[in-house]
């Protein structure tokens, strides 16, 4: 059940747009410069009100995560990996009736390859909403009710976390039990920036989760460059599912 990459059309340039359309321009400043300010503020609003009530650093961390999001916010996936979807797809033999979380999904590509599938329940969490399906929300305060979903995929958002532990947590109180999670990284990288943990492997991964790992489904690790791994970081894959009631555990 391969997922075909997206090959939605680029967006065009500011500049470009700004040069197309002259006559929009009011004293020196474009109609599209002056959308995309309003655009920044009213994200950075939404944002500014996910940190209200925190400490000074929480604030500083979603504030680097949401400028980082943002930067990117017209970038084309089409070098996206779509290795752990596939495996998730032919190896977790998915209820198409099960509800998908996709945390820090960036924009709607994960959401729509998941429907594509034939998932009907699917909704993705992050700081910024590209596209319907994208909720905004703190991976480390979901609003979710308990036992909510039967699949969690994370692919390349775990390791942007403030407190990998709490973020567990939360996957484990929003997920059902017996859920499968999906979960891709980069690792052996130098953490700086927006990219603040590496868990060094699949080991790393699978020890957040401590005895709330049920059973391993499959895992994956490849160097950079590696025809699995067109990025320039090596990547840990695991799918595993998870149990909730453990004693002593988290959850
Ligand atoms: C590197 S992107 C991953 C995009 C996509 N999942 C992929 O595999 O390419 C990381 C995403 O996590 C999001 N993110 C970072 N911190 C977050 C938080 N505290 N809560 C929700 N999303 C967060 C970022 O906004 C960004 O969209």
């Known amino acids: 059940m391969a ?78 990996s779509t290795v752990l979807m596939d495996r998730l797809c032919e190896l977790g033999t998915p209820n198409l009736d099960g509800a998908v979380l996709c945390i820090g999904p960036r924009d709607t ?13 699917v909704l993705g969490i992050d700081l910024l909403s590209q596209g319907p399906g994208v909720l905004i929300m703190d991976m480390h305060r979901m609003t979710f009710p308990d036992d909510s979903f039967d699949v969690v995929y994370a692919s390349h958002s775990l390791e942007h976390s403030y407190d990998p532990a709490r973020v567990v947590g939360e996957i484990l109180r929003v997920a059902k039990e017996g859920a499968i999670l999906a979960v891709e990284v980069p690792i052996k990288f130098t953490p700086q920036g927006a990219d603040r943990f590496d868990f060094g492997g699949v080991d790393g991964v699978h020890k957040l989760f401590g005895a709330h790992l049920d059973r391993i489904v499959w895992t994956d690790e490849q160097p950079p460059g590696s025809p699995m791994n067109g990025s320039g970081t090596a990547v840990a894959r695991t799918i595993f599912v998870i149990r909730k009631g453990v004693a002593g555990g988290q959850g």
Not at 14 to 32: N, Y
Not at 45 to 71: C, G, I, K, W
Not at 109 to 121: A, N, T, Y
């Open 109 to 121: 590509f994960e959401i729509e390859s998941f429907k594509r599938v034939g998932f009907r329940k």
């Open 3 to 80: 997922l075909l990459r997206s090959c939605a059309a680029g967006t065009s340039s500011q500049w470009a747009l700004e040069r197309k359309s002259p006559l929009f321009a009011i004293g020196g400043i474009s109609v599209e410069r002056v959308r995309n300010l309003f655009d920044r503020l009213r994200h950075g609003f939404r944002v500014r009100r996910l940190a209200a009530n925190s400490d000074p650093s929480y604030r500083e961390y979603l504030s680097v995560q949401f400028e980082r999001t943002y930067s990117k916010r017209n970038q084309v996936p089409a070098r996206r």
